[in-house]
Each structure stands twice: as structure tokens, then as C-alpha cells.
């Protein structure tokens, strides 16, 4: 008896068992924390630095982020004799809210944020650490180190409107020495409205014609370079001098 009641006793254990729901794997506090940005890098705009970089949408574990508050953003003048690793030489540059990132821009899930505190000649890092509900920090990525140089020349601009309402774009540009040419930005306002990019062209590309305008307005057109410097940081140049143009149905 006492072995049949024990049996029964491994039986039941065993159904008990079986009607547990199914549990997936631990999860650690350490693995709640938030992914680092993504796609981190910085270019030069004109005499600016620019910084890119994607908010992280998941955990350390892969699951998706949902109380994600904020990004440090933290900038160090880099000298030689720096010790690397140090996170008290960097001084604190912008606190970005998601939702409401300015002065950074905001691209769907990509960050842009303007630096326009820098000299031509210092090199720049910058360190970035996600802040989520509680006070909760990730851990901090960095940059590579990037100069800020002399910007490349400003392209030249002509634009004039078609027959047929649209507007014709023509560059002229000039490659300064120890780059290379990976296109133009093409930048529009309506009005007096603020200059914002609308395409980029290849490096192959002079000549572009916008046809989303319409009969009647006026518009605003200025165009920079875009090159690759020879420490393959991207750099955008300041743009051209603006022209002002109003698009009619038969410009004759």
C-alpha cells in the first residue's frame, strides 16, 4: 500500500505539472535596461557638427521598449593625452525627450541634433546613455573622435521655372582638395518659410527638376555639398546664396 500511495502521490505531482502554463526564461533586472542608441555617428553641417543616431526600441533582453525617457547627451574637447575611459571629462550638451526632442529634430525613430558650439581645429566626442522611468541609466556608447574642419565651398545655383509650371535647378560645384564628391542636398521654403532639405542628388547629378510645386507660389531654393573627407567623416558645406523664384504657368 505504502508504494502504491506513493505512486499515486508521483501522478498527481506529474498533472499538476503538466496544467502549469508554460513560463519563459528568467529575466534578470540587468537585462531591463534599454538598448544604447543605434546607427550612432557624427557629420559636419557647414561650421556645425552634426550628430545622428536612432532611439533603441527594445531592451537588453529583445523585448520592446516602452518607458524610455530620455538621451544624454554628453561632449568632450578630445586631447591627446585623454584618459579614455574617464566619464567625468564629459560635459553635459542636451537632454533629449523623445516626444519632445527640441532643439534636436526628430525623423521617425532618428535623432539629429546640431552642435554649433565648436571651433574649426578641436576634435569632438560625445557620449550617449538612455535614461528610462525611474531614474534607470544604460550604458553609455561614445562616438568615434571627430574634427571639425574648414567646410567644403558652397555650390553655385541657378533655377529658373518651365513651361508647364515647375522649376528647373542647375549646380555648379567645386570639390576641395583631399575629398570626394558623394552628392548635393537640395533645400525649398515656401514664402519666407524656413529652408528644409526636399532630395539628395548623386554625385553625377547637376540638373534637377521639382515638380511639386504649385502655379502661383513662390519658393526659395539653396543647395549645398555633401563629401566624404579623407577620415571618412561625411561633411556637409554651408548654402548656396538662396534663389527666390515664383512659379507661373508660361514664365515668358
Do not use: W
Request: hydrophobic share 40%.
Amino acid at each position: 500500500m505504502p508504494a502504491r500511495r506513493n505512486r499515486l502521490l508521483l501522478v498527481s505531482v506529474l498533472v499538476l505539472m503538466s496544467g502549469c502554463g508554460k513560463k519563459g526564461p528568467l529575466l534578470y533586472p540587468d537585462m531591463l535596461v534599454a538598448q544604447p542608441p543605434q546607427q550612432l555617428k557624427v557629420e559636419q553641417s557647414g561650421s556645425r557638427l552634426r550628430l545622428i543616431f536612432d532611439l533603441p526600441e527594445k531592451d537588453l533582453s529583445g523585448r520592446k521598449l516602452e518607458d524610455l525617457e530620455a538621451v544624454l547627451v554628453g561632449r568632450r574637447v578630445y586631447q591627446e593625452l585623454d584618459c579614455i575611459s574617464c566619464q567625468d571629462q564629459y560635459q553635459n550638451l542636451q537632454t533629449i525627450d523623445p516626444v519632445l526632442p527640441a532643439p534636436a529634430q526628430r525623423h521617425g525613430n532618428r535623432i539629429v541634433l546640431i552642435d554649433a558650439d565648436v571651433r574649426a581645429g578641436e576634435r569632438y566626442q560625445y557620449r550617449l546613455q538612455t535614461v528610462q522611468k525611474g531614474g534607470i541609466t544604460g550604458n553609455a556608447t561614445v562616438t568615434a573622435v571627430t574634427a571639425l574642419l574648414s567646410p567644403p565651398a558652397a555650390p553655385g545655383l541657378k533655377a529658373s521655372v518651365a513651361f508647364g509650371g515647375f522649376v528647373v535647378l542647375d549646380i555648379t560645384g567645386m570639390l576641395s582638395q583631399g575629398t570626394s564628391l558623394v552628392g548635393y542636398t537640395v533645400y525649398r521654403a515656401e514664402g519666407d518659410g524656413v529652408l528644409v532639405p526636399i532630395t539628395s542628388l548623386a554625385s553625377d547629378v547637376t540638373h534637377y527638376e521639382d515638380q511639386s510645386v504649385q502655379r502661383n507660389h513662390t519658393y526659395r531654393y539653396a543647395v549645398s555639398t555633401v563629401v566624404k573627407r579623407s577620415d571618412g567623416v561625411v561633411a556637409e558645406s554651408e548654402l548656396s546664396a538662396p534663389v527666390t523664384l515664383t512659379v507661373a504657368d508660361d514664365p515668358g
